[in-house]
Each structure stands twice: as C-alpha cells, then as structure tokens.
C-alpha cells in the first residue's frame, strides 16, 4: 500500500496542513493501491508565496541559466521515465506503448523549448521604441489526468523558458504520477520557490489559485466547464489565462481516401489513450457512397482490437480512469440508442471476460445525425460516430458545426484538396493523414475549446508580457 503525505514547497518536501485523505484506485481492478493526503487552501497559500518570492531573483536570471535548467529537468524526468510508465499504467489504466510514449515525451519537452529558448530575442526594436518581454509573473499550472507528465511538463518548461515561477495543481488522480514528477523536479535543483508541486481537489485548490492576487497566469487543461470557472474567477484581478478545453474533432475522410488506412487512422484518432483525449476524433464523417464499405471495414478493425490489462503488451485499449468515467461512456452509449443511431459494435456494459475494472465495449454508431447527443458532446471514451455527408460543403459544414474547435483530421489522397479544405476547418490543429504531434507548432482552441496556445515560441509568449520604451 502506497502512502503520499508529502508535497513539494520552496524546494522541500513538505507535510501540508491538509488532513483529507483519498483512496488511489487501481482501474484495472477496481483495488485500493495507495492513500494520499490532499492540501488544503492553507498549503495553496503557502505554495504561491514561495512561488512570489522566488520570482523576485528567478525573472531576472539569464537566458544561459535558464537553458541550463531545462536540460537539467529533461535529465530527472528521462532518468525516470520507466516509473512514470509504471504509475501511468497501475493508476491511470494506460497501455505500455501509450504510458511509454507519454512519459517519454514529457521529458523531451524541455528539450524542445531549449531549443527555441536558444534563438528567442527577449528584445526588439519596433518603430522607435526597444520591444522588450517581460516574464508575466507566478503562474498556477492546472493539469488534467488524462495525460498527467506531458501536460505539466509542456507548461512548466514554458515558464521556465520565460522566467517565471509555478505553483503546479495536477489531478488528484494521478498523484502517483505526480510523487515521480515531484522527485525529478527536486533532483533537477532549480532555485526554491520556481516550483511548487501541491496535490488537492479542483473545488478547494482551483478558487484560491484562480482568485489569489499574487497569481499572475493561469494555464490550465481540462473540461471546458471547469475553464469557464477559471475564468470568471480570474476576471476580478485580470490575470492572464491558457484555457485547453474540450473538444468534439471531426474526422473527415473524402472520396479520394485510401480506406485501407484512413478506416484504421479514423478509428485510432478515437479510440487513442482509451478514448480518453480531448483530441479524440470522435465525429467520423464520410461520404454516404462509401457507407456500406467504411462500415464493414471498421467493424472488422475494431473487433480486431484487444481491450485488456494494461499491463499485457498485447492490449489495445485499457480500463478508463474511474467509475464516473465508466458510468459516463454507459450513458453516452445508451443515448446513441434511444436517440436511434445504428449500433455497429459495442455498446453497453463490459467487454465479455471482464467483472471486475472499468472496462468498456469499443462501440461504434452509424447513421448517427449532427443532431444526436452523441454527435455534439464530448464523450471522453472509446465511442466514434459515423456521419455522412454528399458535397464537400456539406462535409466542411458538418465539420463547424460544433461549439469546440480544438482539433480535425483529413483523410485524403490528394494532399492540396485537404490543404484547401483544412483552412475552412475551425480548429486549432488540422491533421491530413497523420497522428502526428508537433511539439513546436501552437497548440490549443477555437471557440469553447480554449484560449491562447501551447508549444514552442507560442507557449513561451504566452509567459511574457511586452514592455514598449521609448527613449
């Protein structure tokens, strides 16, 4: 039984004030592997002054020294990347290819943002006056469990890179993920105070750091309900904001498509980290030609697909986080069939073999109309709608029809027609044949999917403010 009692303040691993205890469950098997204890405003507080008079030194260290710092945290982190693979796997339910490539990635992206820390100009000349960016100040990092390690180290290396100091919230769900990233962070040996790692619930810790006046920036992932909380709370004293929220991706595949691999590449888009991504391609648009044929051929895929432990290599699709995510899925599949969408695959309660964990069927619907629940919320599982389309507009239309836009995928044989079609796509990232990731392109949303971006020089931006003197 695992026991977390400490977090991490000013450069110490601290005992906080907070008396609540939690259960960390398995869920592959529904056990309890570990007990935390959770901070409590008190800690926040304390968090975010370690934070204040860290920046006071930190904001004005060079561009040499911060580089140095972030090799030295891509070092920690990499050095223990099989036991952030191994607690991904026991406490998210992640499969080994996925907790390895997360993991891995989150160390890399120190990496990259030395890389284009290196060539950054903190200072320009604009007409007549010298351009210079300033690091905005303490900035509260809240992350989801989804995909803990790269999520908090994508915002971390940002403001290191800019010269700011950090109180980092992740979820209370990963906080055997987040005990590895606290010993890494503490090995790296930034000066005290730059980070400051607290665990807690979103209701108690996410008020005092989105109200705090001592907090100069929010960066956050997660729903886009809780963003707009974050929001409103940091109207008050204007704090600066980084909101990745939700999404509901199109995923269209056109008439000119290769179905031997855009049917696989549609159903991966989906189903990537169990379903559980706010990148999730979740609305599959076809042309209704082509119907009857992606039909077959996605039922073949899926059925080809392992749902099982994530600790067996084999194993395609692992357990989601927790019962609300599995009784969410239930009420998500059931309202595909009340609402009449056709049920090629799946459907509701556990995959045969399974009695224990929260495991879930790959489901998949067809004829599914842009009115139906199923088509117009985000699911957060392994469930992929199939809508049809008969014109090119009609597909693009079908694809802006949402409140998101975060992300959008293209299948096509003709890479200039998805070119043209990607620029009348409103999302944040459009992807043509591909699941690639570009750490050094912008990430984040359109509408109701956020505010402001992440990675590369984009991130780094968002962590300073433009000072104009003029002389």
């Known amino acids: 039984m695992k026991q977390i009692s400490k977090m991490y303040i000013n450069g110490e691993f601290y005992t906080p004030h907070g008396t609540e205890v939690i259960d960390i469950i398995n869920p592959a098997n529904q056990q309890v592997i570990g007990r935390a204890v959770l901070a409590d405003e008190q800690d926040t507080i304390r968090a975010i002054e370690s934070a204040k008079k860290a920046f006071e030194s930190f904001s004005t260290s060079t561009k040499e020294e911060r580089l140095q710092y972030l090799q030295r945290l891509h070092d920690a982190v990499m050095d223990r990347v099989e036991d952030l693979k191994e607690a991904t796997i026991e406490e998210y339910g992640a499969t080994p290819q996925r907790a390895l490539w997360s993991n891995r990635y989150a160390a890399e992206t120190f990496l990259y943002f030395k890389d284009v820390l290196a060539d950054f100009n903190f200072e320009e000349r604009v007409g007549k006056s010298k351009v210079v960016s300033t690091p905005i100040g303490v900035t509260a990092i809240l992350t989801a469990w989804n995909s803990n390690a790269g999520s908090v180290c994508v915002k971390l290396a940002a403001?290191?890179?800019?010269?700011?100091?950090?109180?980092?919230?992740?979820?209370?769900?990963?906080?055997?993920?987040?005990?590895?990233?606290?010993?890494?962070?503490?090995?790296?040996?930034?000066?005290?105070?730059?980070?400051?790692?607290?665990?807690?619930?979103?209701?108690?810790?996410?008020?005092?750091?989105?109200?705090?006046?001592?907090?100069?920036?929010?960066?956050?992932?997660?729903?886009?309900?809780?963003?707009?909380?974050?929001?409103?709370?940091?109207?008050?004293?204007?704090?600066?904001?980084?909101?990745?929220?939700?999404?509901?991706?199109?995923?269209?595949?056109?008439?000119?498509?290769?179905?031997?691999?855009?049917?696989?590449?549609?159903?991966?888009?989906?189903?990537?980290?169990?379903?559980?991504?706010?990148?999730?391609?979740?609305?599959?648009?076809?042309?209704?030609?082509?119907?009857?044929?992606?039909?077959?051929?996605?039922?073949?895929?899926?059925?080809?697909?392992?749902?099982?432990?994530?600790?067996?290599?084999?194993?395609d699709i692992g357990p989601l986080i927790n019962q609300k995510q599995y009784d969410?899925?239930?009420?998500?599949?059931?309202?595909?069939?009340?609402?009449?969408?056709?049920?090629?695959?799946?459907?509701?309660?556990?995959?045969?073999?399974?009695?224990?964990?929260?495991?879930?069927?790959?489901?998949?619907?067809?004829?599914?109309?842009?009115?139906?629940?199923?088509?117009?919320?985000?699911?957060?599982?392994?469930?992929?709608?199939?809508?049809?389309?008969?014109?090119?507009?009609e597909a693009i239309r079908m694809a802006n029809d949402t409140i998101y836009g975060l992300q959008a995928y293209i299948s096509s044989s003709d890479v200039e027609r998805a070119n043209n079609i990607a620029r009348k796509i409103n999302a944040g990232r459009v992807l043509i044949n591909t699941m690639h990731h570009d750490p050094l392109a912008p990430f984040g949303g359109f509408r109701q999917s956020g505010i402001g971006r992440e990675g590369g020089i984009y991130g780094i931006k968002e962590q300073l403010e433009p000072k104009a003197i003029l002389s």
């Open 328 to 393: 969410r899925i239930q009420h998500y599949i059931r309202s595909g069939i009340e609402e009449g969408a056709e049920l090629l695959i799946g459907g509701e309660g556990k995959p045969e073999g399974f009695s224990e964990g929260y495991f879930v069927k790959p489901t998949v619907f067809a004829n599914v109309t842009p009115d139906m629940t199923i088509a117009r919320e985000e699911i957060f599982g392994p469930v992929l709608s199939i809508l049809t389309y008969r014109t090119e507009e």
């Open 159 to 315: 403001a290191v890179a800019a010269g700011c100091t950090t109180v980092i919230k992740p979820s209370e769900l990963s906080i055997l993920q987040t005990r590895v990233l606290m010993e890494c962070f503490d090995k790296a040996g930034l000066p005290a105070g730059v980070i400051n790692v607290i665990n807690g619930r979103g209701e108690t810790l996410g008020p005092v750091l989105s109200t705090h006046p001592d907090i100069a920036k929010v960066t956050f992932t997660g729903s886009t309900a809780v963003g707009k909380i974050i929001a409103r709370n940091a109207l008050e004293s204007m704090k600066r904001l980084t909101l990745e929220m939700s999404g509901k991706s199109p995923n269209i595949i056109l008439d000119d498509a290769d179905l031997a691999t855009a049917v696989p590449l549609a159903v991966n888009t989906c189903f990537q980290n169990n379903g559980q991504a706010c990148v999730a391609a979740s609305r599959l648009i076809v042309p209704e030609k082509l119907l009857p044929e992606i039909k077959e051929r996605i039922v073949e895929f899926v059925r080809g697909l392992k749902v099982g432990l994530p600790s067996d290599e084999k194993t």
